[in-house]
């Protein structure tokens, strides 16, 4: 039975979640605070973490931040705000989804498994390894003007490049599906193909190259899996 810890102040909400999460067999340890949150993963592990961005003591953000320095468990972010900005900053700090409130219990039950179904071949408590910084030489990415750089000079990026980017970065290494990149980078990712992935890939290498010859094969195209980020 997966544990799933859910972090969340409103407890209207946090009993419909509850109740969606043990119908179907999950179980479920609720916290209102951030504090609490880290006290009971610490506790007990878990195999799953449904965050809600807004708690009264400390932002669900921190808390997902805390959680990346021992752990690999898979984060669903719940908030009010449906700022492309929370997206962004909770994607690069290890999120695997985003919902915004309202929504269907339903449909977080559904993401949580379809969540755990790609996660499953990875621990979910700790890390096998240190994981290495998501944003180190040769790029660097200032949050605040939402732009990248690559070997010291900005990339002139469209909206849907600098996100998916921006997904690759958070996580050197890792290969991401097409479908993985457009849950992720796109708001309405039924809306496009798996090659409009393609696309954007080649357009962020040539940028890349712009800058430097050979930094377009940073990124790696793992042939019938998805592409990664190499450093």
């Keep these: 039975m997966p544990r799933v810890l859910l972090v969340e102040d409103e407890p209207a909400i946090a009993d419909t979640l509850v109740y969606a999460l043990e119908t179907e067999r999950f179980e479920v340890t609720h916290a209102l605070t951030g504090t609490r949150a880290l006290q009971a993963f610490e506790e007990k592990s878990h195999d799953f973490v449904i965050l809600d961005i807004g708690l009264p003591d400390i932002t669900g953000l921190d808390v997902c931040r805390k959680l990346r ?4 468990v898979p984060v669903l972010f719940l908030t009010a705000r449906d700022g492309e900005i929370d997206r962004i900053l909770g994607l690069e700090l290890g999120g695997d989804d ?3 409130k309202p929504f269907s219990p339903r449909e977080i039950v559904a993401r949580v498994r379809a969540i755990l179904r790609r996660t499953s071949g990875a621990p979910a408590e700790t890390p096998s390894a240190p994981s290495p910084p998501a944003l180190s030489s040769p790029f660097h990415h200032d949050s605040s003007a939402m732009r990248i750089h ?3 000079l900005p990339l002139d990026l469209t909206a849907h490049e600098y996100k998916l980017l921006l997904v690759l970065l958070g996580q050197p290494g890792r290969v991401f599906t097409r479908d993985q990149l457009l849950d992720r980078a796109w708001e309405d990712p039924g809306a496009v193909t798996d090659r409009t992935v393609d696309a954007h890939v080649k357009s962020i290498r040539a940028k890349l190259r712009a800058v430097r010859e050979g930094a377009e094969d ?3 195209t793992r042939r019938g899996l998805g592409y990664l980020l190499t450093l």
């Design 69 to 72: 320095e021992t752990s690999n």
């Design 150 to 152: 690559c070997h010291g």
């Design 98 to 100: 985003y919902v915004t």
């Design 218 to 220: 940073f990124i790696e």
